[in-house]
């Protein structure tokens, strides 16, 4: 536990700070910020501070990362009944996740199935890149029927096949990295994942509407701002990253390990 307070702990509450300093300094005109209807008032007390940061964080990606000390904390409760129950458990909660949404549900769903993995020995990443062909098509074939379906059924049916794209995306990751493990390219995209994760909330917000105005008086601006976007967000975080990662102090508060 005094492991994951240097590597999560310290970086989630820095990172919430740098946005509520950033989302004062940009002022309540130019952003949509309801959850926290004190926050440019100057009646935000300390107690409202904590809750926001802890219950709905300033920094609203690093949900997971909150989620993931609880998960934590849980770990022997979640052992001992998974030892004895072998797949039950993540397996009803994959059921219970198609009724319920919940970001707090689908943590435990991945935890618990992480312990199950470990236990069992079973290498789930080299699982989707195995069947990564089956993956793609079934998520591909998923997005399809829905834009089929949807106006009659007013219902994502992609949504109940997520498990699909996840396991395209790691197994295309484990394809990637198997392939060329070499490339600087892969390492620097690894260091940087956490800093591109723990900021782009706050670019999302900001970033696309600008975009948007700016090409869509040249192509028909939707789609092309959703890429853009992508494409902006990754490379500022990566010089980002790259900026962080030259100071160890720095690396240490923002990135954790």
Same mark, same amino acid.
């Given at each position: 536990?005094?492991?994951?307070?240097?590597?999560?702990? !310290?970086?989630?509450?820095?990172?919430?700070?740098?946005?509520?300093?950033?989302?004062?300094?940009?002022?309540?005109?130019?952003?949509?910020?309801?959850? !926290?209807?004190?926050?440019?008032?100057?009646?935000?007390?300390?107690?409202?501070?904590?809750?926001?940061?802890?219950?709905?964080?300033?920094?609203?990606?690093?949900?997971?990362?909150?989620?993931?000390?609880?998960?934590?904390?849980?770990?022997?409760?979640?052992?001992?009944?998974?030892?004895?129950?072998?797949?039950?458990?993540?397996?009803?909660?994959?059921?219970?996740?198609? !009724?319920?949404?919940?970001?707090?549900?689908?943590?435990? &769903?991945?935890? +618990?199935?992480?312990? +199950?993995?470990?236990?069992?020995?079973?290498?789930?990443?080299?699982?989707?890149?195995?069947?990564?062909?089956? +993956?793609?098509?079934?998520?591909?074939?998923?997005?399809?029927?829905?834009?089929?379906?949807?106006?009659?059924?007013?219902?994502?049916? +992609?949504?109940?096949?997520?498990?699909?794209?996840?396991?395209?995306?790691?197994?295309?990751?484990? &394809?990637?990295?198997?392939?060329?493990?070499?490339?600087?390219?892969?390492?620097?995209?690894?260091?940087?994942?956490?800093?591109?994760?723990?900021?782009?909330?706050?670019?999302?917000?900001?970033?696309?509407?600008?975009?948007?105005?700016?090409?869509?008086?040249?192509?028909?601006?939707?789609?092309?701002?959703?890429?853009?976007?992508?494409? &902006?967000?990754?490379?500022?975080?990566?010089?980002?990253?790259?900026?962080?990662?030259?100071?160890?102090?720095?690396?240490?508060?923002?990135?954790?390990?």
């Amino acid at each position: 536990m005094k492991k994951r307070v240097k590597s999560l702990l !310290v970086p989630y509450i820095i990172w919430n700070v740098v946005y509520l300093l950033l989302y004062w300094l940009i002022g309540q005109d130019r952003i949509l910020f309801s959850e !926290v209807p004190h926050l440019f008032d100057g009646k935000l007390t300390f107690i409202q501070f904590i809750v926001t940061l802890f219950i709905k964080p300033l920094d609203g990606p690093l949900w997971f990362i909150r989620n993931l000390f609880v998960m934590v904390v849980l770990s022997p409760v979640l052992y001992y009944i998974i030892v004895r129950t072998r797949y039950l458990m993540p397996f009803s909660l994959l059921l219970f996740t198609q !009724v319920i949404h919940s970001p707090i549900i689908e943590s435990l &769903l991945w935890f +618990s199935f992480g312990i +199950s993995f470990a236990i069992n020995n079973f290498d789930f990443l080299y699982f989707c890149r195995r069947n990564l062909v089956f +993956s793609i098509f079934v998520a591909l074939l998923s997005v399809v029927f829905d834009y089929f379906v949807y106006s009659r059924t007013n219902n994502h049916i +992609s949504s109940y096949f997520s498990i699909f794209k996840i396991m395209s995306v790691l197994g295309i990751g484990y &394809l990637c990295v198997e392939k060329h493990r070499q490339w600087a390219s892969i390492k620097v995209l690894n260091e940087s994942s956490f800093t591109i994760y723990a900021y782009h909330g706050l670019i999302i917000l900001l970033l696309p509407p600008y975009i948007y105005r700016t090409v869509c008086g040249v192509f028909e601006g939707v789609i092309l701002t959703y890429f853009i976007s992508i494409v &902006l967000i990754i490379s500022i975080g990566l010089i980002l990253s790259i900026l962080i990662n030259k100071s160890k102090v720095a690396r240490m508060l923002l990135c954790g390990r």
